[in-house]
C-alpha cells in the first residue's frame, strides 16, 4: 500500500462535527480513511474515520496516551494540575498496567452484579420522585443523579457531601467562552474536593474503594499519591459523565423509533442486546481519548509524523456500512457485537460492565414504570452539548 501525506488537508469545523456530526463523519468517511481537521484543542489532528482502522489503531502499542509524546507546543488539550493528571487516560505501560491491575477489581463481572439490586432501588426512588408531575426532564431528574449515586457509593462519598458533579464536569468538558476562569474553578473546587475526601477516609476508612485504594497506597507503596488523586477522580469523572450521555441517548434513541420501543417492551429480556446496539447507533463518547505515534506511522494509507494528534472516531467506526449493515438504522435486534463505544484493546473502559448495568437498569425501571412515556419537545428543539468531546443531551423533557 503507498503511503500519502496530503500537504494542505481540509480542515473540518469542530461546530460543525457537533452539531451534525453522523453526516460529517459519513462525508468523510467515504471521501477516505483518515483527514485533517481542527481538534478539540484548536489545533490540527488527523481523524481516522472507518471501522477496520479505527479499531486496529485503539490497540496499536505505538499510539501512545501519554502526553510526553506528542510534538512540543502541538497539543494542548485539557489543563488539570499533576494531582488530577496522572490516570490511565494519560498513561501507557508498564504504569498503566500496574494502576489498572490495582483498581480491575472493583469492576468484576460478580461486584457488579451484586450492585444491580441497589442500583434499581435508586432508579426506582427517583421515578418516585418524580411520577406525580406527569412531565420531567430525564436528565436533571433521572440519568444525572442515578449514575453520580452509583459512584458515590463505589468511592465512599457520603451523601452529604455529594456536591455539584454535573456543573463541574460541564465547566470542563464544554468551557464557556463568556466565563473563560469557569474551567479553573471546576478543577480548583475538584481538586479540593478529593483532598478533603481523601483525607477523611485515610482517619476513618469504610468497606469501600477508596479507601481499599489508600490502603495500597499507603501500605504497599504502589501507588503515589498523585495516582491516588487522580484515579478517584477519574473514576468519578468517567464513570458519571460517560453513563449520563449513555442514558439519555439511548432512551431518546427509543423514544425516537416507536418500533424498537414496542419490540423492546414486548420482550424485556432482549434488553442487554439492545444496550450494545444503543450504544453503537449513538453512543456518549464520538471520540476515542487522542492519542500520538511514538514514530512515523501510516494508517489507511495515510502517513502521520511522530508526535501528532491522532483522534480515532468511534461514531463514524459505528457508522461503517462495511462493518454494519444499514448502520444509519437503529436495530435492537442486531448483533452489535464488535461496537467501540467502550474501547478495545488494553485501553477498554475499566467501568464497562458497571455502565452497561446501570444503563441496562435505568431503562428497565423507566420503561415499566411508565407505559405512555413520550417526548414532550419536537426532537428539533433537543438541545445537545456543543462538544466534540462528548455526545449527551443537556436536557430531555418527557411526558408520561
Known sequence: MSTTTPSQPPLVDPVELAADPYSVYARLREAGP??????????????????????????????????RNATPGGYRGLALPPALDANLLNMDPPDH????????QAFTPRRIARLREPVRKTADSLLDAIEPYGRADLIA??????????????????????????????????????????????????????????????????????????????????????????LAFLILFAGYENTVHLIGNSTLALLSHPDQLRALRAD??????????????????PLAIRR?????????????????????????????????????????????????????????????????METEVALAALLDRFPTLALDIAPDELRRRPSMRARGLLDLPVRY
Open 268 to 285: 424485556p429480556n432482549r434488553l442487554g442486546g439492545a444496550v450494545e446496539e444503543l450504544a453503537r447507533y449513538d453512543g456518549p463518547v
Open 34 to 67: 483518515v483527514h485533517r481537521i481542527a481538534g478539540t484543542d484548536g489545533l490540527p489532528a488527523w481523524l481516522v474515520t472507518r471501522y477496520d482502522d479505527v479499531r486496529q489503531a485503539l490497540a496499536d502499542p505505538r499510539l501512545s496516551l501519554d502526553k
Open 292 to 356: 500520538f505515534p511514538t514514530e512515523d506511522i501510516t494508517i489507511g494509507g495515510v502517513g502521520i509524523p511522530a508526535g501528532e494528534t491522532v483522534l480515532l472516531s468511534l461514531a463514524a467506526a459505528h457508522r461503517d456500512p462495511h462493518r454494519f449493515t444499514e448502520p444509519d438504522r437503529l436495530d435492537i435486534g442486531r448483533d452489535a457485537t464488535g461496537h467501540l463505544a467502550l474501547g478495545h484493546g488494553i485501553h477498554y473502559c475499566l467501568g464497562a460492565p458497571l455502565a452497561r
Open 97 to 104: 498496567t500496574r494502576i489498572r491491575r490495582l483498581v480491575s
Open 141 to 230: 431528574s433521572y440519568a444525572a443523579p442515578l449514575p453520580i449515586t452509583v459512584i458515590c457509593d463505589l468511592l465512599g462519598v457520603a451523601p452529604h457531601d455529594r456536591h455539584d458533579f454535573r456543573s463541574w464536569t460541564d465547566a470542563m468538558v464544554v468551557p464557556d467562552p463568556a466565563q473563560p476562569d469557569r474551567a479553573k474553578e471546576a478543577v480548583r473546587d475538584m481538586l479540593a474536593f478529593f483532598t478533603q475526601l481523601i483525607a477523611d477516609k485515610r482517619a476513618s476508612p469504610d468497606d469501600d474503594l477508596l479507601s481499599a485504594l489508600i490502603a495500597v497506597r499507603d501500605d504497599e507503596d504502589r501507588l503515589s499519591e498523585d495516582e491516588l488523586m487522580s
